[in-house]
């Protein structure tokens, strides 16, 4: 916990930071290993099928992101204060709450399996790949769930390299799985998600004995914790629809993109998607590596430790947003080629890339401050933060830029929905952010 109380220079902050960077870019991968080998052994439908199904990993995922986070902020600021007992109690609960409602999941998306497959997009023509990839991913629900759970409070507990071997791990067998399953076997999406699933149950697993024998916060008998949920669920919520907007924007661009271009079109979107998870996972990694530092230090009533970690923050997300457009930019053309050979696929990708691009020059400040927010309690602004640029304008900008200038308001849709929001989140930082750093 040293590096919570300690002061740190930039390069160790930097240091402190890659755990986090890294764990979140491990996660980015895991759907992009999966489009990888599915469309390099079983075509492009394939691919498109598995973009369809998600919206589903985003629910998922963003339900234990938001959990995770919010809970996250209140076992920090107890930790802080040296309410050990308290933390352990909250983080107890917490999890069994996470097991509910992941079963619920898993046996939702098994009973209404086909009709969640035709109401996410899929055509007739998709749906032999959708519906084996979505059933698999459903079954996965409670280790695809604690997962990502566990290696976000790895963080509050101070240990985020746990995280990173439990990210490490999970791509690893991933790759290995995914090669047997997809390259030797020729299962398509269903061998695809197959890999996924065991891979992550392994991640899981790692992180449950963690918590089981070498943790700080520890599980111990709990009670009902109503508040703490209630606070929990509002206080993450901003970060569940940071996870969710990549679902929420996929299954509007889905729709759309059939219209224009079928097929293919989706193909498209799937790529620049993938190639949209690993440069934020830069952005999320920050966000959630500063994040238990704050909530630490509003507890123990340390300004000086937060101010030094915003600094520390803000110089890191200008130098990566910048660099961030640049490679996507300048090895757009290399990196699309890993998903589709020359064709039309190909050349919508590229086309839609160079518009969308702009996006990470936005997206960084908003995510981190977003991720601010809720490491300071604030869940109303952290979500009028994620909902803006995950919802709101990204519906409005969707629903109205192809009608205005054609078919490239599309791919404009996300960069817009940043740039307006990126002035909302400097306004709630210069209102209502400075208030801890006295």
Known sequence: ?????????YPQFLKYLIPSVLTMIFLSFYTTIDGYFVSKYAGSDALAGINIVIPVTCVIFGTSVMLATGAGAIIGEKMGQKKDHEANQIFTFITLVLLVLATFFTIFGLVFLKPVCRFLGSSERLLAHVLPYAKVIFLGSIPMSFKLFFEYLVRTDGSPKVGLWMSMTGLVLNVIFDYILVGVFRLGTYGAAWGTTLSITVSALIGLIYFLRFSHIRFCRTRMHADVLVKSCTNGSSEMLTEMSTGITTFLFNIIILRHYGEDGVAAVTIIMYLYYFFIAFYMGIAVAAAPIVSFNVGAGNPAKIRETLRYSFRTIALTSVAVMAIS????????HLFAGPGHVFDLTWEGLRLFSPVFLF?????FLSGYFTALGNG???ALISTLRSLILVVLFILLLPKLIGVNGIWLTMPCAEAVTIFISAYCYRAHGRAYLA
């Open 1 to 9: 916990m040293n590096c919570f109380e300690n002061k740190m220079t």
């Open 329 to 336: 930019l300048g090895l757009g053309q290399p990196l699309i």
């Open 363 to 367: 997206i960084g400040w908003n995510v």
């Open 380 to 382: 109303f602004l952290s």
